[in-house]
């Protein structure tokens, strides 16, 4: 089954600095992966994805990742962070073993970004 | 731009009951998938479906059933309700099946069993 591990509970960096959200994934055959942020009380809003092609994948808010087939990673990350990026954020590989279409979900970094 | 709807928001419910929620998913959306997520926890698989007919499932309780209806809109059937039942029921939607497609999701119904 295909899985992703973010191995960071929490993340704090103060604003204005780089932020950087671990994920790394194990799958067999091509990595489809998403990463997700998640708002208090709110629903999970999509950031990007990676399917083919380049490494460094573009999303919104200013957020991009990097797809690392060596390393099995894909880190987000965003040049300079803001105290509104504070949030969960959740990595996702599409798990379609057997046909399936599914989403499994890492089990999320909570993001703090403070003055 | 529209997004997934679900209803309700909110839903209080005594052990032993039944609960309906409801997903509206984008226009022209044709896959609906639902998720439960737990306090603290990440989301879990529940069902999907795809032109009406379920195209995988997960850890879907045998209490629970659901169904999409012809204008792609989907239900989730929750019965004989239990303790352990009470989280954020997501609904997302997707332009297709395929594996590189985005899910999109809703708000949630923050469903309390009491």
């Known amino acids: 089954a295909q899985s992703v591990a973010q191995p960071e509970d929490q993340v704090n960096v103060a604003e204005g600095n780089p932020l950087t959200v671990k994920c790394t994934y194990s799958?067999?055959?091509?990595?489809?992966l998403f990463w997700y942020v998640q708002y208090p009380n709110r629903g999970l809003q999509f950031l990007l994805k990676?399917?083919?092609?380049?490494?460094l994948v573009k999303g919104s808010y200013g957020f991009e990742a990097e797809f690392n087939k060596s390393q099995t990673s894909f880190h987000l990350k965003k040049p300079s962070a803001l105290v509104s990026d504070s949030a969960l954020y959740f990595c996702?590989?599409?798990?379609?073993?057997?046909?399936?279409?599914?989403?499994?979900f890492g089990t999320g970094t909570q993001l703090k970004v403070e003055l | 731009a529209a997004g997934v709807i679900q209803s309700p928001r909110h839903l209080i419910k005594e052990k032993r009951e039944t609960a309906t929620l409801k997903c509206y998913p984008i226009?022209?959306?044709?896959?609906v998938y639902w998720y439960q997520q737990g306090p603290g926890q990440d989301p879990q698989f529940l069902i999907s479906?795809?032109?009406?007919?379920?195209?995988d499932k997960g850890s879907i309780p045998d209490r629970f059933s659901a169904q999409q209806f012809s204008d792609y809109h989907s239900e989730l059937n929750m019965s004989s309700l239990e303790l352990g039942d009470s989280a954020l029921y997501f609904c997302?939607?997707?332009?297709?099946?395929?594996?590189?497609?985005?899910?999109?999701f809703g708000p949630g119904t923050r469903l309390l069993v009491l």
């Open positions: 997302a939607s997707s332009l297709g099946p395929k594996s590189q497609e985005t899910q999109y």
């Open positions: 799958v067999s055959g091509n990595p489809y």
């Open positions: 990676y399917i083919t092609g380049d490494n």
């Open positions: 996702a590989v599409r798990d379609y073993a057997g046909g399936g279409n599914k989403l499994t």
């Open positions: 226009p022209r959306h044709d896959t």
């Open positions: 479906f795809y032109e009406k007919m379920q195209s």
